[in-house]
């Protein structure tokens, strides 16, 4: 049972260039997130995803897009890259809304580096 | 606007010291609170919490909600240097997208 798997791990872009983390789960969970972890922050919400099809914008959506085609994939695109968006990002799921009871399932991380 | 504020934001001990860890939360129609453990990687899951008063306990690990004083405490006994990681505080809300996470404390446990 792999659990939440996100790709890259590591990532170093330019100003202005584009880029797609990938996220898949294999629990099928309805529930899907994506966090930023800034260093010495918690996490902010940036897209959640309630099932297939259906998105919706968390804290700090801003300069990301999200797609749910399916119930396992979950990515997150980064259009124009900025020195802001310098972060480390999880991806998560939940088999009941906002993780009652089991809490999340996390992915490894992606750290992502704008230069 | 939800908040959840951890403390210490820092703490460095020693190996068989005990550590206690606070987090205080401001939200509406408050339903649960959630402890996790950050190592190198993802956060994973320690426990969580909807009842007052109700220590919920796992090997040298306990933690406890005051719904009365709005906030938590995650004890560590007899730490070790594998209990060195960022902890994290998260609360869910009734009607609420996802859960709201604190800025973490850092614990240290030094040989």
């Known amino acids: 049972n792999a659990g939440v798997t996100q790709t890259p791990k590591f990532r170093i872009l330019k100003i202005g260039q584009s880029m797609t983390l990938q996220c898949a789960q294999d629990?099928?969970?309805?529930?899907m997130y994506w966090y930023r972890q800034d260093p010495g922050m918690g996490l902010k919400l940036i897209y959640y995803s309630v099932g297939a099809g259906i998105t919706d914008k968390g804290e700090v959506p801003n300069g990301y897009n999200v797609s749910r085609s399916t119930t396992e994939d979950f990515p997150l695109r980064l259009e124009l890259a900025a020195p802001s968006q310098t972060s480390v990002y999880f991806c998560a799921s939940s088999l009941l809304r906002t993780g009652a009871s089991y809490g999340y399932t996390f992915g490894s991380g992606t750290r992502l580096t704008v230069v | 606007e939800d908040k959840v504020v951890q403390s210490p934001l820092s703490l460095v001990v020693h190996e068989g010291d005990t550590v206690t860890l606070n987090c205080s939360y401001e939200v509406t129609n408050f339903r649960s609170l959630l402890w996790y453990k950050q190592e190198k990687k993802a956060p994973t899951f320690l426990f969580m919490l909807?009842?007052?008063?109700i220590e919920k306990k796992s090997g040298r690990l306990s933690s406890i909600l005051d719904k009365k004083e709005l906030s938590s405490i995650l004890n560590i006994t007899a730490t070790q240097t594998g209990d060195s990681a960022i902890y994290l505080c998260?609360?869910?809300?009734?009607?609420?997208?996802?859960?709201?996470f604190g800025s973490g404390t850092r614990l240290q446990v030094q040989p």
């Open positions: 629990m099928n969970h309805n529930y």
């Open positions: 998260a609360v869910e809300a009734e009607g609420r997208r996802a859960l709201t």
């Open positions: 909807t009842s007052s008063g």
